[in-house]
């Protein structure tokens, strides 16, 4: 659930699809429309709800370890968070807020706003494809290192990484419908094999604006094991892996 917090409002205009259009300017429009629906969220609070599982290997099924209720703000282009039915939102980043275990952030408007700006990601368009039991199409995207702002802590040490992944939208409204960040060349220090976020995407109602937001994302990060102090990648079959889920 959203709600209104009186602060700044965007407006943009929507733009909609063209079949014959050249793939080149087809992206065009996407990026464009994506970046307009970024742009016109209103700073907003929503109630976030956060299931934290892990598994020993990749043959057994996901545990949960806890749930965290929080409220999450998007304000000022900044996401701000409080625990549920705080009287204020802490200055902490979320990492210190919560301590051990699995968190990310940027679920709700920042990974895709650091995809589509300009100057960023390479693109390559990949067709039409079904998306539960709809059309979609599906375009590939990399950032590499030099223009990423994408960071992981583990702590002591946090790092920038490059990522790619691949994100689908809706052929006659352009509407962002899915988008997935995965990073796979992570620095040794951080004792990560690999991280991956997937976003789903719906239309959300923000005071009377209709907007475009993420209503759950899964996040899932595979550690490399350590053996007599030091970490070794992992066999593909035995490592273990830990899975965040706002829903």
């Not at 806890?66 to 990492?95: K, P, S, Y």
């Not at 490059?162 to 951080?190: C, K, M, N």
Request: net charge positive; hydrophobic share 40%.
């Amino acid at each position: 659930m959203c709600r209104w917090v009186p602060y700044a409002l965007f407006w943009a205009a929507t733009l909609s699809a063209q079949q014959d259009q050249v793939p080149d300017a087809l992206l065009a429009r996407i990026r464009t429309k994506v970046s307009q629906d970024v742009a016109r969220l209103p700073d907003y609070v929503c109630v976030q709800t956060v299931e934290r599982a892990h598994r020993a290997t990749a043959r057994e099924q996901f545990k949960l370890q806890d749930t965290l209720r929080l409220e999450v703000a998007l304000i000022g282009n900044r996401e701000r968070f409080a625990w549920l039915d705080a009287r204020r939102f802490e200055d902490r980043e979320l990492r210190d807020m919560v301590g051990k275990g699995t968190i990310g952030t940027g679920n709700f408007a920042l990974h895709t706003k650091h995809v589509f700006q300009a100057n960023v990601a390479e693109f390559q368009a990949r067709g039409q494809v079904n998306h539960q039991g709809r059309r979609a199409l599906r375009y590939d995207y990399e950032v590499p290192w030099e223009r990423s702002g994408y960071r992981i802590r583990m702590p002591p040490h946090e790092e920038v990484v490059g990522f790619r992944g691949s994100f689908l939208v809706d052929p006659e409204t352009l509407d962002l419908l899915r988008l997935e960040v995965h990073a796979d060349e992570i620095p040794e220090e951080l004792g990560l094999d690999r991280a991956s976020t997937i976003l789903e995407y719906a239309h959300v109602t923000i005071g009377a604006l209709d907007c475009i937001l993420s209503r759950r994302s899964r996040l899932t990060h595979r550690r490399w094991p350590v053996f007599r102090g030091r970490t070794k990648p992992p066999r593909r079959t035995n490592a273990p892996l830990w899975m965040f889920r706002v829903v």
